[in-house]
């Protein structure tokens, strides 16, 4: 078979990935206590899946951070929508992404195309129940705290150098004549002494030049017309009320020996709950597969800039540098190997097991669906050498296949993928079989060598040497 290198006009780069995860990617809206995986009727099953925001959402993630370093684009925020600041003339996002301008009915397509992730077995009705133990376990020492809906003291408000004792004497020092049954310089005489309905009045005419907040002469205004009765002669809300203005002026009339009123306070251990919290949630660990594709030619081609009220016209589209375009596919390729997932306190890797696809004449995902898996659990390899056969996707552009061999089994000898169409070498073949995260970089270094993937400007497209 001859060596000769040949060149073809390429316009898409495609890639199908095999991974797993031992988590659901994603949860759907849930119901009470019960949450439900994110599920899809797929190939005659129901199946978990990950819709393609969510994909989007964790590549552009990985993107963001080291070593890609991409700047999200800033956005407008309005009442009905949020749009991008920049257009892909600036940012690589709305670039890759794509983006829509409803205002001025301008979109981009993204050039970057997506099937989600999709598990490869049907969700067989598996659950987790969840529990909040630990949560008031009382071994591991923590503090319990609860809404204060009440005025009342409380022992834990009197941190030093507050006492009650010092409290309870300023005030008697003031004597307002209020009898009270409980005993002097304790929490009960506190407590008694907010329950009396006319003590604002009392403390008014003894200190007639005392000024109160906002909050207190509203609490007056509210009170007034029923601090003159008995507190047996009042409901509850009212109760409450004499209690929570009679908090508020001892507050601010002794200000450096009261308590604020907090609206937590510590429980008391005898009301710290037992009791577990229950919930249910959907699981399913699987192998999942998923496709990208990439539109080559509209990859940093500019056809809308930033300030303008309408769309370039076709014969007027502009590109940045090749080395910017090829930059943007890299870190895509590169992304990829890095892809992890963030839900419910797990972040699992999204390793590439298994991997197939290239750079064609045709922007197609034409492995999509084709990563099978064998009833003994191994890859079905026909299945790929299938696809590369039909549609004979070593005449039309450079085609690789990496599999993970400490995941699954291949035998060299007689696969006729590893044969035929993993290496890509023709005749010289070595029967060395490729690992995903190699077939990836394989990808990478055709896209990064001018000698191999190059843009011809004046005919505005990309010519691919193989």
Request: proline share 5%.
């Amino acid at each position: 078979m001859s060596n000769e290198r040949k060149e073809l006009i390429v316009t898409g780069l495609t890639l199908t990935v095999l991974t797993k995860s031992p988590v659901a990617l994603s949860n759907d809206q849930g119901y009470g206590t019960y949450t439900p995986i994110k599920k899809i009727y797929f190939d005659n099953a129901i199946k978990p899946f990950a819709s393609v925001s969510t994909f989007t959402y964790e590549l552009k993630r990985i993107l963001k951070g080291e070593p890609f370093n991409w700047t999200m684009t800033p956005l407008i925020v309005k009442s009905q929508n949020t749009i991008p600041k920049e257009t892909e003339e600036k940012n690589f996002e709305t670039d890759v992404f794509g983006y829509l301008l409803p205002d001025k009915q301008i979109d981009r397509k993204a050039p970057l195309r997506v099937i989600p992730l999709i598990a490869i077995n049907p969700y067989k009705n598996t659950t987790s129940l969840i529990t909040n133990r630990g949560l008031f376990d009382l071994s591991f020492g923590r503090k319990y705290f609860e809404k204060n809906n009440s005025s009342d003291f409380c022992d834990s408000e009197f941190e030093p150098p507050l006492t009650v004792e010092t409290l309870c004497n300023t005030i008697s020092t003031d004597n307002y004549s209020i009898s009270l049954n409980a005993s002097n310089n304790t929490i009960d005489w506190l407590n008694e002494l907010l329950k009396v309905p006319d003590f604002y009045d009392k403390l008014k005419t003894k200190k007639p030049n005392v000024k109160f907040s906002k909050d207190i002469t509203k609490l007056d205004s509210e009170t007034k017309g029923y601090r003159n009765k008995n507190l047996s002669d009042l409901n509850n809300e009212e109760k409450n009320n004499i209690k929570k203005l009679n908090r508020a002026i001892l507050e601010e009339t002794y200000p450096q020996v009261t308590p604020k009123c907090q609206s937590i306070k510590q429980m008391e251990v005898e009301k710290i709950p037992t009791t577990q919290a229950f919930a249910t949630e959907e699981v399913h660990g699987d192998y999942y597969s998923y496709t990208i594709t990439l539109e080559l030619n509209r990859i940093g081609r500019i056809e809308y800039k930033d300030g303008s009220s309408k769309k370039l016209d076709m014969d007027k589209f502009e590109y940045k540098d090749e080395p910017t375009r090829k930059k943007m596919i890299e870190d895509i390729l590169g992304a990829l190997k890095q892809l992890s997932r963030d839900i419910k306190h797990q972040n699992p890797l999204l390793r590439p097991l298994a991997v197939a696809g290239g750079i064609f004449n045709s922007a197609k995902p034409f492995f999509w669906d084709r990563m099978k898996l064998l009833k003994n659990g191994n890859l079905n390899m026909q299945a790929l050498a299938n696809v590369i056969s039909d549609y004979k996707l070593e005449d039309l552009g450079f085609c690789t296949i990496g599999i993970d061999e400490d995941e699954f089994f291949v035998d060299k000898d007689k696969d006729i993928v590893c044969k035929q169409a993993i290496t890509n070498e023709g005749s010289n073949s070595t029967n060395k079989i490729k690992r995903p995260i190699a077939a990836i970089n394989e990808i990478i270094d055709k896209v990064k060598n001018a000698n191999s993937l190059k843009w011809e400007a004046d005919k505005k497209q990309w010519k691919l040497s193989i």
